[in-house]
């Protein structure tokens, strides 16, 4: 991913939608971008971003490039709740009474938030030691428990959004439910201008994480396949994601992602078949990793995290497809070929 998306600024879409990055402490991905929408009334926020000391200064000094403030923003609506997402939303509406909207189906996320009362990503280490992976999950928690967690930073949005049109004077705005990524996951579409806000959903040049938040297992990779389902066909809006460069058919990306995850159902279900029975993290370990093809070894404790919970991901809908079979022993899950090995194209 170039890095060049990243640099801070204001930067124009269209008349009257702005792109603003704004920085990510420790990760990979650099930044998020929330977009801003100058409507009859003030400015709307597509997400919110991560709540760090300068973020407010970031977003005020992308903003007064335009002769706005924060203090004009009067709606933020945040496609999922993780924190890169949300927990900035907060931070405005203590500051300056904007409204928050979240898809209703996050409301377990952040209730589960609120219990662990941290940022141990326990839905993650209970993944993890399905697949085997209890060192990894011993130190996802140890990490969690040692990072500073902020309650304030997950109050309730004002607002459950539902699939549907948005309220917002002056703009065509609609809401389309895209579960995966997380369960509540939404992209906005804006029909006037042919622009779809996609999140974490579509991302142009690497896939998004699958299974990374809290609550019930649930199928997600198979929610987030369906989801982009609803996508193939759209080449006629502008793809505006939350991380990378903007630009590109969104329908022509959610092709490609879905041909990639074919190509990773069949990797797995070769990999299951060559080793026999054998737990989530050896399927991990026996894959490569980002567009780099890195071994699994030399991914941080973080990654190897998320690549053992997405290939968990994967490893349940192909049982779900009857493509594999799975056996418990003692909490940890042993995979082998099923009775329909060999219809991998059977969705």
Known sequence: MSAGWAEP???????????????????????????????????VLIDGGWHRPDTYRELADALARIGRSAADIHDVFVTHIHRDHYTFAIELRRRHGCRIHLGADEADGLSAIHRLNSNVPDSSLRELRRAGA?????????????????????????????????????????????????????????????????GDHVLPTITPSIGFELG????????????????????????????????????????????????????IAAVVGELGPCTGVAVARALTWTRRDRAFDSLDDFNQMIATCETMAHLDVLVARNVLSAKDADGVEHFERGDGWGHLAAK
């Open 9 to 43: 600024g204001c930067y124009p879409i269209t008349e009257g939608v702005h792109r603003i990055p704004l920085q990510m402490p420790q990760d990979g991905l650099r930044a998020v971008n929330v977009y801003v929408l100058e409507t009859d009334d003030g400015l």
């Open 134 to 198: 209890s060192d990894i999950a011993q130190r996802a928690h140890a990490a969690g428990i040692a990072e500073p967690f902020e309650p304030d930073d997950w109050e309730q949005p004002d607002h459950w959004l539902r699939p549907g049109a948005l309220a917002v004077a002056g703009l065509d705005l609609y809401a389309v439910a895209t579960p995966g990524h997380t369960k509540g996951h939404m992209i906005f579409q804006d029909r006037d201008r042919r622009l779809v806000f996609t």
């Open 216 to 267: 019930p297992w649930d199928l997600p990779l198979d929610n987030f396949l369906r989801s982009l389902a609803l996508l193939r066909h759209d080449d006629a809006q502008l793809m505006l994601p939350a991380h990378g460069p903007t630009g590109g058919s969104v329908g022509q990306r959610a092709r490609e992602l879905l041909a990639h995850h074919d190509r990773r159902f069949e990797q």
